[in-house]
């Protein structure tokens, strides 16, 4: 059977993430247009309670193998491809992250296939799935199809929505023997938390920091702004958490925290696609930055081209005196 | 031991980007450089080899395009020599055919561990290093941010969307790197100077026993069918901050209007 196979990421206690259940609505909804039906795959021994959320979310069929151990790329590809190969899948999904571009140009290149990467949007056109790649920086979005062979589609996070559809799933358990290079890295620590617990999620006001602030200093800056609003936070890029500016639970982006807060206020921060993807849907987005020519410019709803030392404690005070 | 790049030729960030619309690819003619990313594989090369715990022996650069001036700036780091793939045949390639055609010549080097950047500026694909590594049967790890050598191993860290991810992986091994990982040096004068000197070998499709069906435009499975604009979102309002009393007075105003303070 033809149809759409999605890989579905969970955590050590087989929560699956969101945009893996966002690629499961996905392919339920594509393979519905084509005629099909979606299946995913489950890497490790997760409980069958746990799995029936990929068929209320509109998989008809889970393969489950059990014996393989899920958080790396290369043991997914075999898993994957074997499914694939039985199966004869067409197309290969994924919600986005690190995981899902590892695997999915790991099979593409096994099956001889093609990969398409950061996908914001699936349509089908003619019998055929076709991809919307946002290409340079976002300024155009190219339409991709597949020419034969298996197709994957890598979704950029937060691309695909997950709805829950009321369906179930039949579970098959699968054994898959690993490639020789497969069992050859070693997980030590997975999805290890670092620095103190911040909560920005439920901040009505974010005041996001980036490179532009020049030191781990200049983040006193954004928490003084942050603490003229009722409920504003602090909120980081992955370039100041990376250099330890910061703690990495502040961190906004692909692989950090979404966030839609009231108003982002984006200090020194250049607005790249990783960072782009994890803010955009705030709902006013102000950036401060010298540099104009900052991609944040483009999506900003206010753009203050200016000295950010100058500005933030300026308007901080502004703030604090209007009381 | 022998420690291989891969770097790529992108636009000049300064130069604007465009896709011909005739070849539904990015127009290169204009000014080039080297990949930004790139630069921090050459620094976690370079440090590998001066570590010593691995013995490394030879650092080479390797390429696929038309033009072999991003080796030169890349041995000016103090590589040891490079290989250029040229051949019209790989033009048009995506990341697949690429990956594939990168596996070949590397196949004939035979390394102990393949270093590159997490992404190019241009095509920000993430998946060049999966793609090799699977050509090559390999272990592999992208978006590394550090690593480290422990009993002959590779100890790599780095950040997913969960969290932080230690991996130990076995050499031979393909490791992309992020930005993160190190600060990348400044070529000496005596690198620059001496980087002419230094061995380029050069290949094409049929020297590194490539199958030129499976490369180019021919050999991609994906194919750009159309390209549009994104959509249009209200271009936001642009202040440029002349007289920082003024200019924090319109900010302020602005939050008053939307309700935000």
């Known amino acids: 059977m033809a149809g759409i196979l999605?890989?579905?990421?969970?955590?050590?206690?087989?929560?699956?993430?969101?945009?893996?259940?966002?690629?499961?609505?996905?392919?339920?909804?594509?393979?519905?247009?084509?005629?099909?039906?979606?299946a995913a795959v489950v890497i490790g021994d997760v409980a069958d309670d746990k799995v029936a959320a990929l068929g209320a979310h509109g998989a008809t069929k889970v393969f489950r193998a059990k014996n393989v151990a899920d958080g790396l790329a290369q043991p997914a590809v075999d898993v994957m491809a074997k499914v694939i190969t039985d199966g004869g899948y067409d197309y290969a999904l994924f919600g986005g992250g690190l995981l899902g571009l590892e695997i999915g140009a790991g099979l593409a290149a096994r099956l001889a296939g093609g990969v398409t990467v950061e996908v914001t949007k699936v349509k089908v056109d003619g019998g055929s799935l076709v991809a919307e790649r946002p290409i340079l920086q976002d300024s155009e979005i190219?339409?991709?199809?597949?020419?034969?062979?298996?197709?994957?589609?890598?979704?950029?996070l937060n691309a695909f929505e997950a709805k829950e559809s009321g369906g179930s799933a039949a579970i098959e358990d699968i054994e898959v023997e690993l490639s020789d290079f497969s069992s050859k890295s070693e997980l030590v620590t997975r999805g290890e938390q670092r620095g103190e617990a911040v909560d920005i999620e439920a901040a009505d006001v974010l005041i996001g920091g980036g490179r532009g602030l020049g030191e781990a200093e200049g983040f006193r800056a954004c928490e003084d702004l942050a603490a003229t609003f009722p409920n504003g936070a602090v909120a980081a890029t992955r370039a100041v958490v990376d250099s330890g500016w910061y703690p990495y639970a502040a961190q906004i982006g692909q692989t950090g925290k979404t966030v839609a807060p009231k108003l982002y206020l984006a200090v020194g921060i250049s607005g790249a696609i990783q960072h782009k993807v994890g803010m955009a849907s705030s709902e006013n987005i102000v950036a401060i930055n010298k540099d104009e020519n900052a991609p944040i410019f483009e999506f900003a709803d206010?753009?203050?081209i200016g000295d950010l030392n100058k500005i933030v404690p300026a308007l901080t005070e502004a703030l604090k005196a209007r009381g | 031991m022998k420690i291989c790049v891969?770097?790529?030729?992108?636009?000049?960030?300064?130069?604007?980007?465009?896709?011909?619309?005739?070849?539904?690819?990015?127009?290169?003619s204009g000014a080039t450089t080297l990949n930004e990313f790139d630069k921090h594989a050459i620094e976690a090369?370079?440090?590998?080899?001066?570590?010593?715990?691995?013995?490394?022996?030879?650092?080479?650069?390797?390429?696929?395009?038309?033009?072999?001036?991003?080796?030169?700036?890349?041995?000016s780091y103090g590589l040891d020599r490079s290989v250029h793939l040229a051949d019209d045949a790989l033009a048009g390639s995506d990341v697949a055919a690429t990956g594939?055609?990168?596996?070949?010549?590397?196949?004939?080097?035979?390394p102990d561990l393949v270093l590159l950047g997490q992404q190019s500026d241009d095509g920000e694909c993430y998946a060049m290093g999966a793609v090799v590594a699977e050509h090559l049967k390999m272990p592999s790890l992208t978006q590394v941010v550090k690593m480290d050598v422990e009993g002959g191993k590779l100890r790599c860290e780095r950040q997913a969307e969960y969290g932080y991810d230690t991996v130990a992986v076995s050499l031979p091994a393909v490791i992309s790197v992020g930005d993160a990982i190190n600060e990348p040096r400044y070529p000496g004068l005596k690198d620059i100077m001496g980087a002419k000197k230094k061995p380029v070998d050069t290949k094409s499709t049929a020297d590194a026993g490539i199958d030129?069906?499976?490369?180019g435009e021919a050999g991609s499975k994906t194919k750009v069918i159309a390209l549009n604009p994104p959509p249009q979102k209200e271009a936001g309002e642009i202040i440029t901050d002349e007289d920082t009393a003024a200019t924090v007075e319109k900010i302020v105003s602005w939050l008053e209007e939307r309700k935000l303070i």
């Open chain 2, 45 to 75: 090369a370079m440090q590998l080899k001066a570590g010593g715990e691995l013995g490394v022996d030879e650092v080479v650069v390797l390429t696929m395009g038309p033009n072999a001036k991003v080796l030169q700036t890349a041995v």
């Open chain 1, 6 to 38: 999605v890989y579905a990421l969970h955590d050590d206690e087989g929560n699956f993430n969101k945009n893996s259940l966002g690629a499961v609505s996905e392919a339920a909804r594509l393979a519905g247009e084509l005629g099909t039906e979606a």
């Open chain 2, 100 to 110: 594939l055609a990168l596996a070949k010549v590397l196949e004939a080097e035979s």
């Open chain 1, 302 to 304: 206010l753009g203050v």
């Open chain 2, 6 to 28: 891969l770097v790529k030729e992108v636009p000049d960030a300064a130069a604007p980007r465009k896709i011909d619309p005739g070849t539904m690819r990015l127009d290169r």
């Open chain 2, 212 to 215: 030129a069906g499976q490369v």
């Open chain 1, 142 to 156: 190219a339409d991709v199809t597949f020419d034969g062979g298996l197709g994957v589609i890598v979704g950029r």
